[in-house]
């Protein structure tokens, strides 16, 4: 059963060499990529049922021991982010290929699409399952490099101006957590995971805690958590649909993936909670304050995507069970939302040739299979009772309640806030783009492919089922919210013998 | 040869390299950023192999075990010096490609500051707080070089 665990990296890299070597033959490259993501999603569930049951499974890659070798780990909180985000990036890669990614000017060249987004899917998978801090390292720099091409092809002006910035800030951002771990292995001798959790309380804790705002700021850069996000709204929207779809759902999320792993396994105590909280507090704001200025779609959608990130902070922060149950939570939700979103965004630039609220109106007359896509999914991003993105929401909110004090008090006003600006953000755009008279210009009466309606379709409906599936998906994240918490059982799995 | 280990040299030599990059980073041209992140990552890289024990080469039955240096460390700065050939490889063609656009490789402003200052411009506070329609501003339009920048036209 543990020779699974290597298998959601392995999967998409080998797809990745096979599509390379298919470049010039589209249909068979297409098929290698949906069939090594399918395997990825097929072994991801597995993972996870195995992780639900019995608990972490651990592989010691050459058979090197624990501390000494590189450790792959799927417990549930890495499992469920597995699951997710191998069903997203592949609902997201039948939408390309709907898309005809490359068959026409403004899209991407074929042959290095498929590759490059394979790679991508294997540096978050990396992530998601690295046991030590060097390995979680190069899982972060593969998922950059493959977005730096994503965020960048077919090199158009737009694309390259705005691809600059995201570059920088990124590679700057790989070099603070490159420090991060530089210090780390410095002042303790050890990288993996489990084992600097039982390292990291001897230090001094001055050390401590200079070690973990490093991680933290460095993790922050990716999440985008507010003041550092100015470089997300900017670079996001130009890139393709797909490719905008899967960054916004998936590479921040990483970013906060790696806080969470972070703060609750090497860093307990929340030394770090009230400035987590502040900074949550002021993403949510500053980040929905910048979509209510937006006239744009995918910008709009971008700036609501900063302002959602502190909600799961809003959760870390808190540091206590429920709070962690509902920031897991609101990942599983918010990966599915915002890609969907996007997706949509993407439909409604194909249909009209673009994203711009004041020219678009009227598309509700004209696609009311697309406005039904975009208003169930606007609606459980605004957190409209019963969606998920609600149920998310009150969880995060209860367990800050639950907290009490001034800090955590506020944080719930805040988060309440921001939801009901979200509502109006959602409900304008909806109103903007899908009702008033029709003006809709650019190839209106081309029909949509099917496939790109498919895909959208069964994402919009996967963030349904997560509201149908809550209980269930409620039980994963509480069990791996408490082992998280624990901490014993991931340090258990990966050492065995107790830390040496 | 044994190492001595960390002194204060090396870590002025780490500080020389990063302090460098960093100033070389807030520049607005790209090749200058680009030599920004050469330093630093050198600079980060002296920071990891120092941060491990000192000794002769790690290698089994030339050195005694006990007076090896830390491989890991040199294992480690292999792969963050693979990884940066292979941004810094990424970053020359980004410069290269906005230099042949656009005749120069500056990182533009942000879309919202050329916003803000277009309209400081034209002397408009924001049309958009009387209730009213902002003016037609497409980021395409806005890509635009401003006069002036363009030093010279690209070979193509």
Redesign the interface.
């Known amino acids: 059963m543990s020779a699974l665990v290597p298998l959601p990296v392995l999967l998409p890299l080998l797809g990745a060499a096979l599509t390379l070597l298919l470049a010039n033959r589209p249909l068979p490259q297409r098929m290698v990529s949906v069939g090594s993501l399918s395997a990825t999603l097929l072994v991801s569930v597995l993972l996870l049922m195995r992780a639900y049951q019995h608990g972490p499974l651990v592989v010691q890659i050459g058979a090197w021991p624990a501390p000494v070798g590189i450790v792959l780990v799927a417990d549930q909180l890495a499992a469920l982010m597995l699951v997710v985000s191998s069903a997203v990036t592949l609902c997201v890669l039948l939408y390309s290929i709907g898309q005809g990614q490359g068959e026409t000017g403004e899209s991407a060249p074929l042959a290095i699409f498929h590759p490059t987004y394979l790679v991508l899917t294997a540096g978050v998978t990396n992530a998601f399952l690295a046991g030590d801090l060097?390995n979680l390292y190069?899982g972060f720099?593969m998922l950059l490099?493959a977005s730096?091409?994503l965020i960048?092809l077919n090199?158009t002006?737009?694309r390259?101006?705005t691809?600059?910035?995201y570059?920088?800030v990124n590679?700057?951002a790989?070099?603070i957590f490159?420090?991060a771990?530089?210090?780390v292995?410095?002042a303790t001798g050890t990288?993996n995971l489990a084992h600097l959790a039982a390292r990291l309380d001897a230090l001094p804790d001055g050390v401590r805690l200079s070690l973990q705002l490093m991680l933290l700021l460095a993790f922050g850069i990716k999440a985008a958590v507010f003041p550092l996000s100015?470089w997300l709204p900017?670079s996001y929207p130009?890139a393709p649909a797909p490719v905008t779809a899967v960054f916004a759902g998936l590479l921040t999320k990483v970013g906060v993936y790696a806080i969470i792993r972070t703060q609750t396994l090497l860093f307990p105590g929340g030394q770090a909670g009230t400035l987590l909280l502040v900074v949550a507090g002021l993403t949510m704001l500053v980040g929905i304050l910048g979509a209510v200025?937006q006239?744009?779609m995918k910008r709009l959608f971008s700036f609501t995507l900063v302002s959602h990130i502190g909600y799961m902070i809003f959760g870390v922060g808190l540091s206590t069970v429920a709070g962690l149950v509902g920031a897991i939570f609101y990942v599983v939700h918010h990966i599915t939302i915002q890609t969907t979103l996007f997706l949509v965004a993407g439909l409604v630039e194909q249909r009209t040739g673009s994203t711009?609220l004041?020219r678009l109106g009227g598309l509700a007359r004209v696609a009311p299979l697309l406005g039904l896509l975009f208003f169930v999914s606007a609606m459980n991003l605004a957190g409209i009772p019963p969606f998920s993105g609600f149920l998310g929401k009150l969880g995060l909110l209860q367990a800050g309640a639950a907290v009490g004090g001034a800090l955590p008090w506020t944080l719930v006003a805040v988060g309440t806030i921001t939801s009901l600006l979200t509502l109006y953000v959602a409900s304008r755009a909806w109103s903007m783009a899908f009702w008033r008279v029709p003006c809709v210009t650019g190839n209106s009466n081309a029909p949509l492919p099917m496939l790109t309606v498919g895909a959208t379709t069964a994402l919009v409906v996967l963030g349904v089922a997560l509201t149908v599936a809550a209980g269930p998906l409620f039980d994963v994240t509480t069990g791996a919210a408490v082992d998280l918490r624990e901490r014993t059982p991931y340090i258990h799995a990966v050492l065995p013998g107790g830390p040496p | 040869m044994t190492g001595t280990g960390a002194n204060l040299v090396s870590f002025l030599a780490i500080g020389i390299l990063v302090g460098c990059g960093v100033t070389l980073l807030l520049e607005r041209s790209l090749s200058r950023v680009l030599l920004g992140v050469i330093l630093i990552s050198n600079g980060i890289n002296l920071l990891i192999i120092f941060g491990g024990r000192p000794g002769g080469a790690p290698v089994a039955g030339v050195t005694d075990p006990a007076a090896m240096s830390d491989a890991l460390p040199q294992a480690m700065v292999l792969t963050a010096i693979v990884i940066t050939f292979g941004f810094t490889a990424f970053l020359l063609a980004i410069s290269y490609r906005s230099w042949y656009l656009d005749g120069d490789d500056e990182v533009p402003d942000d879309i919202e500051d050329q916003r803000i200052k277009q309209r400081a411009a034209r002397k408009e506070v924001s049309t958009v707080d009387f209730g009213e329609e902002p003016p037609e501003l497409d980021p395409e339009q806005l890509d635009a070089p401003a006069p002036g920048r363009r030093r010279g036209e690209g070979p193509g």
Request: proline share 0%.
């Open positions: 060097f190069v720099e490099a730096f091409v960048t090199g002006r737009l390259i101006r691809g600059s910035t570059v920088v590679v700057l790989s070099m490159l420090i771990v530089g210090l292995y410095a990288l100015a900017d130009t200025a006239s744009d711009d004041r």
